[in-house]
């Protein structure tokens, strides 16, 4: 079992930056394949991020690569995502996950979730 809770939202200007955290207890989020999620009112929850248990693998989707970075610390249990230049188009709720052995990119491939962290980015 893996609980997780996200922090760290708000509103942002366009081009600004926040850190959002996700803090995992559980005895086996140092192994767990972990993962950042988004959904915008009406559309789908999509991939963001993900990171290997060991950090050394990171994967990104093309609308955030370059301006968003992925990272973990086992020892505290927690995930992160800093999110720079911040656009409108990345309001989201943003979830975190531990990833149950499927693909990376596909909600599917997650087991658990955290409740969602509101990011809004303002024009």
């Known amino acids: 079992q893996v609980h997780l809770v996200e922090s760290g939202g708000g509103l942002v200007q366009a081009g600004g930056s926040l850190r959002l955290s996700c803090a995992a207890s559980?005895?086996?989020?140092?192994?767990?394949?972990m993962g950042w999620f988004r959904q915008a009112p009406g559309k789908e929850r999509d991939f963001v991020a993900a990171?290997?248990?060991?950090?050394?693998?990171?994967y990104y989707a093309d609308s955030v690569k370059g301006r968003f970075t992925i990272s973990r610390d086992n020892a505290k249990n927690t995930m992160y995502l800093q999110m720079n230049s911040l656009k409108p188009e990345d309001t989201a709720v943003y979830y975190c996950?531990?990833?149950?052995?499927?693909?990376?990119?596909?909600?599917?491939?997650?087991?658990?979730w955290g409740q969602g962290t509101q990011v809004t980015g303002s024009s």
């Open positions: 996950a531990a990833n149950g052995g499927g693909s990376y990119a596909s909600r599917h491939g997650y087991d658990y």
């Open positions: 559980g005895r086996t989020f140092s192994r767990a394949f």
């Open positions: 990171i290997s248990w060991s950090g050394s693998r990171t």
